[in-house]
Every structure is written in C-alpha cells, then in structure tokens.
C-alpha cells in the first residue's frame, strides 16, 4: 500500500523533527528548521501539527505505549510453566532493546530530553515493582527482593546500556538482553556450593 502525499509529508515533518530534536534538543529547534529540512512549507507544517510542542508529543506518544507495554509484560509470568520464565523474560528484554535500537533519535528523544521522561519512568518503574510484587505471591520471585530498587535498577540498567552500547551499536539488541536477563534472573556469581 502506498502512501499519500499528505502522508508522505507528515512522516518528513516528524522524521526531521525527531532528527533536529535529538541533535539539538527541543527547545533550540525552530519550525522553520523543521519544514526547510523537510523541503516543505511551514503552511505544510500547520496543516498536520498545531504548534512545535504537538509534533513533539505525537512523534513521543507511540513511543511511550510500546515502552509501557513492554514494562507490564511480567504479569504475565504467571501464566507460564517455571520452565519458560527465563526464555519469556530474556525475549522480553529483547524486544524492549530492539524498540529502544529502531529508532536511535527517538530513543535519544525520550530518554533525554523529553520534559516528562521522568514520569515516564516512573511509570514504567512503577508497573515493573507491581508485577514483581505479584509474582512474589505467586513464588516466581523471592521474596526477599525489595521490588521498588530492582525495578529502578532494571530500568536504570538499561537506560545506561541502550546510551553506552545500542546506540553506538557496539552491541546488539539480542547480545543487550540476553545479558541483562541473564544477569537479573541469574546472578553473576556462580553458584555457591552450600555450605560455602
């Protein structure tokens, strides 16, 4: 299916927009920047955005539901055989670095310069401890984790790697989450003999 050209120019106006965003940061970016990289008019501009504030909190709003969709994924650990709690995690964190790798600028965007990254974070973090939580009751995770401090330390952890190694592509959104799985799920010593 292709695209119209109304469509065509929208996706241009938020594509240079993030871009500018992302390089600039929002406040130094102007609309006449936005529409001269665009190649298009600012009459074109107006046509699908209110201001610069709504381009930014469309192209942000996307963004946000895939990441607090993904932050809500362990309740569903419930539902699956001990067995493949590990598997489902680890292709959880998967999934989350390759939405966060897709897209670099709006990753960029989100993580750093949106003026609600914080209560987008705090979200997340929030839906992350409450799953935990759950799944404490249900004896999936021990009950001696504080849950508030290792869903901030999981969010914590990836927001770092996604700057350090996704967006410079030094690692890849599978090698980023089989890691961080494993180090969350697993522990990085090996396993003590008892008595030791």
């Known amino acids: 299916m292709s695209r119209t050209k109304g469509e065509e120019s929208k996706r241009k106006l938020l594509q240079v927009a993030e871009e500018l965003f992302a390089k600039k940061g929002y406040q130094s970016t102007k609309i006449s920047e936005i529409v001269a990289n665009a190649g298009l008019t600012q009459a074109a501009f107006y046509l699908y955005f209110k201001s610069k504030e709504d381009i930014f909190q469309q192209m942000l709003e996307d963004f946000d539901q895939q990441l607090i969709y993904l932050s809500d994924v362990g309740k569903k650990a419930v539902e699956l055989s001990p067995k493949d709690v590990k598997s489902y995690v680890t292709n959880m964190f998967i999934q989350l670095f390759t939405v966060l790798g897709k897209n670099p600028n709006l990753t960029k965007i989100a993580l750093q310069h949106a003026?609600?990254?914080?209560?987008?974070?705090?979200?997340?973090?929030?839906?992350?401890?409450?799953?935990?939580?759950?799944?404490?009751?249900?004896?999936?995770?021990?009950?001696?984790?504080?849950?508030?401090?290792?869903?901030?330390?999981?969010?914590?952890?990836?927001?770092?790697?996604?700057?350090?190694?996704?967006?410079?592509?030094?690692?890849?959104?599978?090698?980023?989450?089989?890691?961080?799985?494993?180090?969350?799920?697993?522990?990085?010593?090996?396993?003590?003999?008892?008595?030791d």
Do not use: C, P
């Open 115 to 195: 003026t609600d990254s914080d209560r987008i974070r705090k979200k997340i973090v929030e839906q992350i401890a409450n799953n935990m939580s759950n799944n404490q009751r249900f004896g999936i995770v021990k009950e001696e984790i504080d849950t508030w401090i290792a869903a901030e330390s999981i969010v914590a952890v990836t927001e770092r790697l996604v700057n350090r190694y996704l967006l410079t592509r030094e690692k890849t959104e599978e090698e980023l989450g089989e890691q961080v799985a494993q180090m969350f799920l697993s522990g990085i010593l090996n396993h003590l003999k008892s008595g």
